[in-house]
């Protein structure tokens, strides 16, 4: 059957206004996306959950840097439900999973977005998926205000961990249980690796490149991405 050019213009123009999946909730299998690749054999799973809201470099920067590492790992987007999910700073996204499909994740990247510290934090679900995938991790990772969702689960009572600079006073007050720590661009407890987001999310994620696969890996990765010379040494060790 023929399609005219008015009936394609209309299809095409239907489907880029469709809005985005509201808000982190729980939802149905993500039928009807486009396949995500095909996972590679042996590979780690770098999980990274993306939601409406959520800012950019926090979860841009994590992706970067794992995906550097070539068929070492396979780098994917979940949402929390089916559809498409619009950044804070308006650029769309299809994941490639929703949190009813997701693979198993062997290293788990919660970043931050506008409603990290408020509506994110009251949606049982989102809170509940999280820690039920971290407990499975190898790695549970954050960056910025990430640590808020990561804190909620109870995974963090009596660790150290950080967040956005600005806000470990917040975070601390909130979950007493923590140990919030400031002037350290990314904390180090046991697996859970908690960062003040931006820059310190490339150091962060270059660090568990390190532990996962060694120096030489992670100098590639380095390399790849220009890291500046004391970026690459705060990749090394938490400082």
Request: charged share 20%; glycine share 8%.
């Amino acid at each position: 059957m023929k399609t005219s050019a008015a009936t394609l213009a209309a299809l095409l123009l239907a489907a880029c206004s469709s809005p985005p999946a509201s808000g982190p909730a729980g939802g149905a299998c993500c039928g009807g996306e486009a396949k995500p690749a095909a996972l590679k054999p042996g590979a780690k799973n770098v999980g990274i959950v993306v939601f409406n809201d959520v800012f950019i470099t926090e979860f841009v920067a994590p992706f970067d840097v794992y995906k550097h590492t070539g068929d070492k790992m396979n780098v994917f987007t979940i949402s929390p439900k089916a559809g498409a999910i619009r950044t804070y700073e308006g650029v769309v996204v299809h994941p490639d999973y929703c949190f009813a499909n997701a693979p198993k994740i062997d290293i788990l990247v919660v970043p931050s977005g506008n409603g990290s510290l408020t509506t994110d934090l009251q949606n049982a679900d989102f809170v509940a998926w999280v820690k039920t995938t971290a407990t499975a991790a190898d790695y549970a990772t954050s960056h910025c205000w990430g640590c808020f969702t990561l804190a909620a689960t109870g995974m963090l009572d009596g660790k150290e961990c950080t967040t956005f600079p600005t806000s470990v006073d917040d975070l601390q007050k909130k979950f007493p249980a923590v140990k919030a720590k400031k002037d350290q661009r990314y904390v180090v407890a046991g697996k859970f690796i908690t960062s003040n987001g931006g820059l310190a999310a490339f150091e962060a994620a270059l660090y568990v490149v390190e532990k996962v696969f060694g120096r030489e890996t992670a100098d590639k990765v380095a390399s790849g991405l220009v890291y500046a010379p004391e970026n690459r040494k705060f990749a090394m060790s938490p400082q």
